[in-house]
Structures are given as structure tokens and as C-alpha cells.
């Protein structure tokens, strides 16, 4: 049982390119979440899906697009990379309608130059 | 505005000390206080407290809910180098969806 697995783990790009984040459970869970992580910040919300075909912004949504492709993956898009978001992404899932806990991911180390 | 906050920042102990962690929340309506433990990589679960069950162990780790003064703690005993990690607690999820981190106290266990 895998789990939240994350591609890809390390990642460099250069202001202005773009790039995809996958993330996909096999926990058969409905909600999925993308976060990051910075220094003294916390864990921040990117974007949130209830399940298959529903997204919702959180707190730092802007500069971000995700796409719900299915119930296991959960997929987040950098259009043109800025040195903000040099960041850890983690991607997590939470447990059925009802369920408290959340499961995450690995985390992608992402550096902006 | 809801918030989660923990204390103290950083704690450095020595091998078999005993290490208290806060988290103080104050949220619109409560549902539940996680916490998780980060080491280099993915938060693990510990444990998860609500109304219904604010005293949880597991091994030499455990974690009381104090609903009326609205804080969680978290006590490690007789501590170990592996218990070097960043702790962290969260509440939620408020509105369907919603769960609020802590920054997370940095404990570093010396052999």
C-alpha cells in the first residue's frame, strides 16, 4: 500500500517555465489537498478537491492551476514558475466522508531560479 | 480569525528527558486537533483528538485535549535521537474541508 505518492521529488526551474506536480493515492479516498510548505509559515492550502471533478482555492492559490483527472490523481500546475514558489509541495489525501485524518505525500522540493 | 499555535519553537533535550509540546488553538468550531510528526520528509499521524476522545498513548508518546482551555499537549517520555523531528498540530477540518497548521516545534533530541 503506497499510499500519497508524489513526482517528482526534486525539481529546478527557471523563472518562467512551467511545470506539473502529480500526486496520486490509492486509499480510495474522495478529498485531496496540495499544500506548501515554507520557514515559518506552515503548511498553507494551494487548492482543495472534495473528489473526482471538483476544485476549490485555499489560502495561496494565485499563480497555481490543478486538475482532479480522476479519484487517485490530484495534479498541480505552475504556468510560468516565479521565484516565490520555490517551495516543499505536499500533496495529501483525507480519509472518507466523516474521516478526520489526513495522509501526505513525500513532498516535491521545487527550486525557482 | 481562526489559528493554531505552537510552543515553544525549539526545544533541545538530552537522551531520556521528558519534553512537553503546546498547541493553543482558538477556531470558529472546533472539530478535531491532529498531530503529526516531520522529519525530513512527509508529516506521519500520531494522533488525532476530539470531544469524544481527548486522551490519547501510543508507546511512550501521548497527547491530552483540554476543550474548555483550548490546547492540546503533547508528551514525549524517556526520549531517543529518533524523536528528533519537527512536531506539528493542526485542527479541522472546519466547513467541509478546511484544517489549520501550527508552524511546528523543532525538537532535537542529543544522544
Known amino acids: 500500500n503506497a499510499g500519497v505518492t508524489q513526482t517528482p521529488k526534486f525539481q529546478v526551474l527557471k523563472t518562467g517555465q512551467s511545470m506539473t506536480l502529480q500526486c496520486a493515492q490509492d486509499?480510495?479516498?474522495?478529498?485531496m489537498y496540495w499544500y506548501r510548505q515554507d520557514p515559518g509559515m506552515g503548511l498553507r492550502l494551494i487548492y482543495y478537491s472534495a473528489s473526482e471533478g471538483t476544485t476549490d482555492k485555499g489560502e495561496v492559490p494565485n499563480g497555481y492551476n490543478v486538475s482532479r483527472l480522476n479519484k487517485r490523481e490530484f495534479s498541480l500546475r505552475l504556468e510560468s514558475a516565479a521565484p516565490s514558489q520555490t517551495s516543499v509541495y505536499f500533496c495529501?489525501?483525507?480519509?472518507?466522508?466523516?474521516?478526520?485524518?489526513?495522509?501526505f505525500g513525500e513532498g516535491s522540493w521545487l527550486t525557482v531560479v | 480569525e481562526d489559528k493554531v499555535v505552537q510552543s515553544p519553537l525549539s526545544l533541545v533535550v538530552h537522551e531520556g528527558d521528558t519534553v512537553t509540546l503546546n498547541c493553543s488553538y482558538e477556531v470558529t468550531n472546533f472539530r478535531s486537533l491532529l498531530w503529526y510528526k516531520q522529519e525530513k520528509k512527509a508529516p506521519t499521524f500520531l494522533f488525532m483528538l476530539t470531544s469524544s476522545g481527548i486522551e490519547k498513548k501510543s508507546g511512550r508518546l501521548s497527547s491530552i485535549l483540554d476543550k474548555k482551555e483550548l490546547f492540546s499537549i503533547l508528551n514525549i517520555t524517556a526520549t531517543q535521537t529518533g524523536d528528533s523531528a519537527v512536531y506539528l498540530c493542526?485542527?479541522?477540518?472546519?466547513?467541509?474541508?478546511?484544517?489549520?497548521f501550527g508552524t511546528g516545534t523543532r525538537l532535537k533530541v542529543l544522544a
Open positions: 493542526a485542527e479541522g477540518p472546519s466547513g467541509t474541508y478546511k484544517y489549520i
Open positions: 495529501a489525501s483525507r480519509e472518507k466522508q466523516g474521516g478526520n485524518t489526513i495522509y
Open positions: 486509499m480510495n479516498h474522495n478529498s
